[in-house]
């Protein structure tokens, strides 16, 4: 299987370092902070560069303030582009 | 079209209520003002107005909260113990500034009680009842004729205030028939209210209907605007009858039921040649200070009379403010006064001082 | 080095950043939904409340139904509810939230309504309420969260606190012969015929909060059939009053609370009905 990439975006300002999502990680990628954030709370950080993007840290966290991402295995491109719209239609076929 | 008819007082309520364009209805049994329910379950599927009767008097007004705030024409009846039952929920109503109905068919107290009339849910219904700065609009008829029209007038000024409006009629009206000119039918509401919590379009904030404000700065803003609200309450609504006053000597003063005795009363002293007359509030809150104080540098003295130990007499004399006696007659527990004993009373406080 | 050459030198890194970062719309998997409001939660770290209320906020997004759904908020930590999610919604006194629900309903019998409901809210002041709203079947959805204490008031014991568990009203622990035992409200409601669809989920783990996300949507989904109401028990933590961190809060809840509450469905549809 196609090793898959992931990452995470945390709102660290509303982050309340409950660690749950550290707990949730099955990669071991989060980790607290050790600066405090305007409230006072340590946040949560990404470690590791081994996110698969599994959204359990975002599944768990009480806050919603995570935000996943996962790299599609295949770029996406486009299958068809329509041009000269004003005159003939050509359609070209990528793949 | 408007219709005559012999009709029970709690009926003739209810009926009201269906015209009125009430759109739901939810209430627990106790005498006497079951007949409301009754009547209800009854008749209501003429216009398709929810009625619900709920496992009590705390689900009721809180069914009535929930469904009020929909902006809808939402009402509840009960008597005396049940209406204590529902007083939290009235003061949650009342600051959430929602409109509704509340009809409290009172009977004697305190505690259990019986079941016969009383007006001793004067204070409760007045002066609050539940927790908190709040008060209702309180409309309180003599006639089984006031119970249908006031059903109308108070969904009316339930809107136009954003207020829980409360009829506060007693046992015998609830139970008595008298003949009634029923208004006609009207339309239940299509269009609703901005506040209303019926849903978020995309169009606009979303609806919160909350008596909460954790702030004290901002509670304080919530009590100011409700005073504000009662203040203008009591310059625009309040309402009341003269009987007899224009040359009056002595004065009985007395709402609902009292006052139609006060009448007879009246009757009674002016052929025994002594010039009384009957003022009777209707509208309770606002309250008729202004004119009560008029009237006290006309007479020379008020003879209050009341169902109960003395409730509105208090604010009669504050109304007087000292211009001239406000003597009190009460029964309590259920019993009604007859007109004799109205005027031995008069008689026995203000005669010889006349003469 | 001329200052031309630096500018596109600093270009050419935010590039290859931006080459590098799989951070893109394509590639987004799971935010917050929309119907979750941007404001900061008052929940204490590791609660299990912002985790429900996400829960309905992406249920009410993926059915497309925001603007049609009315939510009812009780009294106890989620007093604020309202203050979270961006759909119309009343706050109701202590207990009372599925009568407010309920006459919700009956007036907007096309609308979605829950209702949102701690454990002394719903199992001790407000018992009646649940029980006849459940008892009479209203097409609605009762979300209750059941953490075994009176959270907002500081720790009190509630109709769920365990034989023995501690708050600051059973000091030494619930003695069950002098405070009663824990109310299991969830097994009572499923017996009455009201109820369509019961079960007890969690959102402590991943495959939990996929579970209680999949019970509140079905609790949506019933309303269209008004087939009755559908209760969904989410058992959860309180880690300021059981005075855990919100790991070890999870780690008690799993073995003490799953055991005597434990997770599953109580009722289910009849397949043939749905």
Known sequence: MAKVKGDIVIDIEKCKGCELCIAACPQDSLELSRKLNSKGYQYMVKIEDNCTGCTNCALVCPEGIIKVYRQTTKKKEPVATISNLTGDITVTVNS | ???????????????????????????????????????????????????????????????????????????????????????????????????????????????????????????????????????????????????????????????????????????????????????????????????????????????????????????????????????????????????????????????????????????????????????????????PTAKINELAGKVKGILDVEMNAGQMVEDVRLAVNGKIPVEFHGRMGGVVPSPEEILHKLEEKFVGEIA | MSEKTLVNEEQHFEEMIAEESICTTDNLVYEKPDTLLDTPMHYCPGCGHGVAHRLIAEVIDELGIQEDTIGVAPVGCSVFAYNYLNIDMTEAAHGRASAVATAIKRVLPDKYVFSYQGDGDLAAIGTAETIHTCNRGENLLIIFINNGIYGMTGGQMAPTTLPGMKSTTSPFGRDVATMGNPLKITELVAQLPGVYYCTRTAVNNAGNVRRAKKAIQKGFEYQKLNKGLSFVEIVSNCPSNWKMTPLASNKWMEENMFAFYPLGDLKVPNDKEK
Not at chain 2, 115 to 121: A, K, R, T
């Open chain 2, 1 to 287: 079209m408007s219709e005559m008819k012999l009709m029970k007082g709690n009926e003739a309520l209810a009926e009201a209520a269906i015209r009125a364009g009430c759109d739901a209805y939810f209430g627990y049994p106790i005498t006497p003002q079951s007949e409301v329910l009754e009547y209800l379950a009854n008749y209501a599927h003429r216009t398709g107005m929810v009625v619900l009767q709920a496992e009590s008097e705390v689900a009721s007004i809180n069914m009535v909260y929930g469904a009020a705030g929909t902006g809808r024409k939402i009402m509840t009846s009960s008597s005396s113990p049940g209406m204590s039952l529902m007083m939290e929920g009235v003061s949650y109503i009342a600051c959430a500034e929602l409109p509704c109905l509340l009809v409290n068919v009172v009977r004697g107290g305190p505690g259990l009680g019986t079941i016969q009339p009383s007006q001793g849910d004067y204070f409760q219904a007045v002066k609050g009842g539940g927790h908190g700065d709040y008060k209702l609009i309180v409309l309180a008829p003599s006639t089984v004729q006031e119970m249908v029209d006031f059903v109308r007038d108070g969904f009316d000024l339930a809107f136009k205030y954003k207020n829980p409006v409360m009829i506060l009629t007693d046992g015998a009206l609830g139970q008595m028939m008298e003949k009634v000119d029923l208004f006609p039918q009207m339309d239940r509401k299509t269009e609703f209210e901005s506040w209303a919590t019926v849903g978020k379009p995309k169009t606009r904030e979303r609806n919160v209907i909350t008596s909460l404000n954790i702030q004290a700065d901002e509670m304080e803003k919530t009590n100011i605007h409700l005073q504000a609200k009662y203040k203008l309450i009591e310059e625009n609504e309040i309402k009341y009858e003269e009987y007899m006053c224009d040359d009056a000597e002595i004065l009985l003063v007395g709402f609902g039921l009292v006052a139609r005795i006060c009448k007879k009363a009246a009757q009674l002293a002016r052929e025994k040649g002594i010039k009384v007359g009957v003022f009777r509030p209707i509208s309770l809150f606002p309250f």
